[in-house]
């Protein structure tokens, strides 16, 4: 399906905070049923269905995290951003970061290598391939940190790095695998070969699948917020710091 034009509308910030109610019933169950039927194909399901300040049109939550646009019977379906026109602000972008909050609190931070660097009173988990440059590009940034606790989940991604999960695994398997990983990320030096371990390299790549990460690497911050791909380092602590 083409996507469809911008659309513009002039809306609180954001929706889910507008104090608008849910779809009426009627309403929401024809969205329902119309888009998922109309895409079966795709197993497509419909998340929430809720109202926008926009006369006639609903906001809808497919599969948890993509946002469409569409009216009462489900004839159109819109394809875009909502952009806020008076305060410049683009409220699909912000609906789309709340539907993707991560709860820090329950990530498996013992299926993660640790680093403390200095207090360590900071602290960031971050999806991470052994053999994604811009994964190599971030450590460097964060080995020039002095108050940062680091959380590294392995996540290879076989289809770019075929001996990235066999390189995750020897790293975890070592008997310091936080000097391992630090020494191969940021020096080059792959530690010597070690028996395999019992390892969490296939639940940690199941992990970032399922919260939707299609790269390396992903930080994750304890407020619940997501960002994909290297940060230079003034940047870096910059966004570290404003989502504690």
């Known amino acids: 399906m083409k996507p ?8 609180c910030l954001p929706l889910a905070a507008c104090g608008k109610p849910a779809a009426d019933t009627n309403a929401e169950r ?3 049923a119309k888009l998922e039927k109309a895409y079966a194909g795709q197993n ?10 926009a006369a006639g049109l609903y906001e809808v939550v497919l599969g ?3 946002i469409v646009y569409t009216d009462a019977k489900a004839d159109y379906l819109l394809v875009g951003e909502m952009i806020d026109i008076a305060n410049k602000t683009n409220l699909t972008e912000a609906r789309s970061e709340e539907l993707n909050k991560i709860d820090f609190a329950a990530l498996p931070l013992d299926k993660a290598i640790k680093e403390v660097r200095g207090k360590g009173e900071l602290k960031v988990a971050v999806f991470s391939d052994p053999d994604c440059p811009f994964c190599r590009k971030l450590e460097a940034e964060f080995a020039k940190t002095d108050n940062l606790t680091i959380y590294t989940f392995l996540m290879p991604i076989s289809s770019l790095h075929p001996q990235a999960a066999a390189k995750s695994v020897r790293i975890w398997c070592q008997p310091d695998r936080t000097a391992a990983w630090l020494k191969w990320m940021r020096e080059g030096q792959m530690p010597p070969a070690v028996a395999e371990c019992t390892n969490p390299v ?11 990460f299609n790269g390396t690497p992903t930080l994750v911050f304890p407020n619940g917020r997501t960002q994909a791909g290297f940060m ?9 710091r404003e989502n504690q």
Request: a negative charge.
């Open 202 to 212: 296939a639940d940690t790549t199941a992990l970032g699948e399922q919260l939707g």
């Open 44 to 53: 497509l399901s419909v998340s929430s269905v809720q109202e926008t300040p």
């Open 64 to 66: 948890g995290r993509q």
């Open 4 to 11: 469809t034009p911008l659309l513009l509308a002039a809306l």
């Open 232 to 240: 230079p380092l003034p940047q870096l602590m910059e966004t570290v």
């Open 30 to 32: 024809t969205i329902r």
